[in-house]
């Protein structure tokens, strides 16, 4: 079992930064895929960023290209999520996810080990 706590969430401004931290245990996780999923009220969980266990190769949804970086520490069994320049519509509780998969998993059905979501909220 691999249990994923993410940290960093909160209250910023519109424009503001956020970096969310999202660590494994239970497990090394430096070969698993991982990613980020969001789900704002009302509305469905969705992919935001993905990694391979390498970090070789990264995916992210057109809404957050050029704004969000993911990045991850395989010695400290860590993934993160840094968000520049929020917006309100980027409000939502944000998910750390991974599975033991090569590559790049961009549906949620493909992964198997969710965090608990952190609150992130962005103020207009």
């Known amino acids: 079992q691999v249990q994923l706590v993410e940290s960093g969430g909160g209250l910023v401004q519109a424009g503001g930064s956020l970096r969310l931290s999202c660590a494994a245990s239970?497990?090394?996780?430096?070969?698993?895929?991982m990613g980020w999923f969001r789900q704002a009220p009302g509305k469905e969980r969705v992919i935001v960023a993905a990694?391979?266990?390498?970090?070789?190769?990264?995916y992210y949804a057109d809404s957050v290209k050029g704004r969000f970086t993911i990045s991850r520490d395989n010695a400290k069994n860590t993934v993160y999520l840094q968000m520049n320049s929020l917006q309100p519509d980027d409000t939502a509780v944000y998910y750390c996810t991974t599975a033991p998969r090569v590559g790049i998993l961009v549906r949620e059905s493909e992964y198997r080990y969710w965090g608990q979501g952190t609150q992130v909220t962005v103020s207009s």
């Open positions: 990694i391979s266990g390498s970090a070789s190769s990264t």
């Open positions: 239970g497990r090394t996780v430096s070969t698993y895929a």
